[in-house]
């Protein structure tokens, strides 16, 4: 908001409180001021400062995040002050603060690990700045965020489950690639995974090693797992597509196939993914949607200008196999 808006929002305060003093009207509240402000279409979307705290550029889904964060931005001209945590939940922190130190209107994080944002966030609800999750939860209490923009990752990891027990007809030995570790993706798929593998005894996950969401560590697992257990192995579940072309890598640097001799399947649908399943190398991808900027944006205005938003905004997801792969493949933005 600038110091116009600023001023004016002091000026109406002023007046309603000069109101309330006068009349028996004492039911203005501050959600009034707010849908004052709603009527009278004082915020817009160029009157918005919006601090983004992103976690880095681990994987192309990141990528793809990113950039529809800062193209909604740009399209619907409002002032981004973006930061890259580079994967350190720390520099995430000093961003927050930073952001709070510049009085932005909204802050949007998506949080690199669920744990340990208490403080922050409290100093950002003192300072009057409401913050938005997007993408990634953060295991605080509900007052210290306004709303969650993102997947269900529980549920993610159910659908990967439920196609890994088709491919191998309920029996099979299976290595897992997690992500970061202790962040909320990586929380949930493992935990949605294994509720719906619990029901066949004949599936079991004979290692489970986190690959951080990046190729080059999705690679180096697979290798170490194919080491050990060779071709003992069914199949891959990967946290994300990133990981598995890793391990498609890694399997045919040991000279057996991605796909066929190894059954894979990993979650974020990226335009490489669908490659890979053309190339029948992977067998399915559970969509996780980062096109989440022009949402974004839209709840930071509702939630400037005083409406309720829900607490959480879950996104729409498929899945995607070898079949669809040709005809989906020039549709992707990611
Ligand atoms: O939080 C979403 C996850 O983060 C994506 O599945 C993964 O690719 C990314 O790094």
């Known amino acids: 908001m600038n110091g116009f808006l600023k001023q004016r ?36 979307y160029e009157d918005l400062v919006v601090g983004y705290s992103q976690i880095g550029a681990e994987s192309e889904w990141r990528t793809g995040n990113t950039a529809s964060i800062k193209e909604a931005a740009e399209n619907l001209g409002v002032e981004l002050i973006f930061s890259d945590g580079q994967q ?18 909204v802050i949007g994080v998506s949080p690199v690990v669920e744990t340990g944002w208490d403080s922050v966030f409290q100093e950002a609800k003192d300072a009057g700045i409401p913050i938005i999750l997007v993408d990634r939860r953060a295991d ?3 007052d210290l965020y306004t709303t969650y923009l993102g997947s269900d990752f529980v549920e ?10 088709d491919l191998l007809g309920g029996e ?55 080491q050990l257990y060779g071709d003992e192995i069914d199949a891959v579940y990967a946290h994300n597509d990133d990981m598995a072309i890793g391990a498609i890598q890694a399997i045919e640097a040991y000279g057996l196939k991605p796909g066929e001799d190894i059954k894979i399947v990993s979650i974020d649908a990226i335009r490489d993914a669908f490659q890979a399943m053309i190339d029948g190398k992977l067998n399915a991808t559970i969509e996780c949607n980062p096109l989440l900027g022009p949402q974004f944006f839209e709840l930071a205005l509702k939630v400037v200008n005083g409406e309720v938003v829900p607490k959480w905004i879950p996104s729409e997801e498929e899945i995607f196999f070898p079949e669809d ?5 020039p549709t992707r933005k990611y």
């Open 172 to 226: 099979g030995d299976i290595v897992e690639l997690v992500g970061t570790v202790g962040s909320a993706p990586a929380i949930d798929r493992y935990e949605g995974f294994r509720e719906i593998i619990q029901d066949y005894p004949g599936m079991r996950i004979i290692a489970s090693q986190s690959g951080d969401f990046t190729r080059a560590k999705g690679e180096e697992v697979m290798g170490d797992f194919l």
């Open 156 to 165: 993610e990891g159910r659908n990967a489950a439920r196609v890994m027990v």
């Open 88 to 105: 350190k939940q720390e520099n995430q922190i000093k961003a927050i603060r930073t952001f709070i130190a510049q009085q932005v209107d």
């Open 140 to 142: 605080v209490p509900e």
């Open 325 to 329: 792969a040709e005809e989906v493949l």
């Open 9 to 44: 929002f002091g000026f109406i305060w002023l007046v309603l409180f000069l109101a309330a003093c006068q009349s028996d009207a004492a039911a203005i509240t501050e959600d009034t001021v707010l849908l004052s402000n709603v009527e009278d279409g004082i915020i817009a």
